[in-house]
């Protein structure tokens, strides 16, 4: 009797460590499949400035800003308060500020977050245009085979944001926007309000 207790008591014993073995093997396997750390940043820079420029070697956009973090998973770009400087389809420049942007690796696509100022710049033969509205993205189609037109001329923009348009002459309201720089072409998409300014307004700024 007692040797057949002694058996059991073994029994039990060795099940219990081989169940205990098994429980560790597996778990510890899972938890290494299952961990997924957050995106690591690729490096990390503040008190920045960048300057990209497209496949013919001529400007595309310019960056400013206090911080920027590479993530280094897709090559993108995060940056915090940047001052920006973009071309239009006339070698225009236009300035301006945002909250926070976003920027993909080949510089295609910026994300402008938040609250989004733009301002061209005047010439002696343009007028100063100011754009204020918020996220808005900025976007330069693939080249098109054959084409000989820089990329950095062809940027689109695009919002659903209420936007506002200044001029010398005007003011316009709308709810989204679509704008092709090289066309020079602006859409505001739905409520858009007009207002003709006094004609002394341009000298007045």
Do not use: C
């Not at 040797?3 to 597996?26: C, N």
């Amino acid at each position: 009797m007692e040797r057949k207790l002694v058996v059991t008591i073994f029994a039990m014993a060795a099940l219990a460590l081989l169940t205990q073995i098994v429980v560790w093997v597996y778990v510890a396997r899972d938890q290494s499949q299952d961990f997924v750390g957050p995106p690591r940043s690729d490096y990390t820079l503040t008190n920045f400035s960048v300057d990209s420029l497209d496949e013919f070697g001529q400007h595309s956009f310019s960056i400013v800003a206090p911080r920027m973090v590479r993530k280094e998973d897709d090559g993108s770009m995060f940056v915090t308060s940047p001052n920006y400087e973009i071309l239009d389809g006339n070698g225009n420049v236009w300035k301006g500020t945002s909250d926070s942007a976003w920027v993909n690796k080949d510089g295609s696509i910026m994300r402008l977050e938040g609250n989004v100022d733009m301002n061209r710049i005047p010439t002696p033969k343009t007028t100063p245009v100011k754009l204020q509205t918020s996220d808005l993205t900025i976007t330069t189609p693939p080249k098109v085979k054959g084409s000989t037109a820089p990329r950095s001329q062809e940027k689109k923009l695009e919002t659903a944001a209420l936007t506002t348009i200044t001029d010398p002459g005007h003011v316009v309201h709308g709810i989204g926007m679509k704008s092709d720089l090289a066309m020079k072409e602006t859409e505001l998409l739905s409520d858009v309000h007009w207002i003709s300014l006094p004609s002394g307004h341009a000298n007045e700024k």
